[in-house]
């Protein structure tokens, strides 16, 4: 699973296999969760409540770049690092 970003110990992924909806991964001390990327929402999972306002916070920035890599993912091609959340 490609990590397309890392901020606050919070890890991001995407896997390649991934179903819809456009969805990627996030994973903090133990915890995962799996975040629709255009609904901004969580699908599966949890994190504690301060990682995941950043994750949302990051992903509502980086919209655009996640539906790329996304496209990416599907076609098996490398996706591209994300800025992490600043």
Same mark, same amino acid.
């Given at each position: 699973?490609?990590? %397309?970003? +890392?901020?606050?110990? %919070?890890? #991001?992924?995407?896997? &390649?296999?991934? &179903?819809? !909806? !456009?969805?990627? &991964?996030? =994973?903090?001390?133990?915890?995962?969760? =799996? #975040?629709? #990327?255009? *609904?901004?929402?969580?699908?599966?999972?949890?994190?504690?409540?301060?990682?995941?306002?950043?994750?949302?916070?990051?992903? *509502? +920035? &980086?919209?655009?770049?996640?539906?790329?890599?996304?496209? +990416?993912?599907?076609?098996?091609? !490398?996706?591209?690092? %994300?800025?992490?959340?600043?």
């Amino acid at each position: 699973m490609p990590e %397309i970003s +890392l901020f606050g110990g %919070i890890r #991001i992924t995407m896997y &390649h296999d991934d &179903h819809s !909806p !456009p969805r990627f &991964h996030a =994973s903090y001390a133990g915890r995962d969760a =799996s #975040i629709d #990327i255009q *609904e901004g929402c969580v699908m599966k999972g949890s994190l504690p409540r301060r990682q995941l306002k950043y994750v949302l916070a990051w992903a *509502e +920035l &980086h919209q655009d770049e996640l539906m790329q890599n996304w496209e +990416l993912s599907k076609t098996g091609e !490398p996706m591209k690092k %994300i800025a992490p959340l600043m």
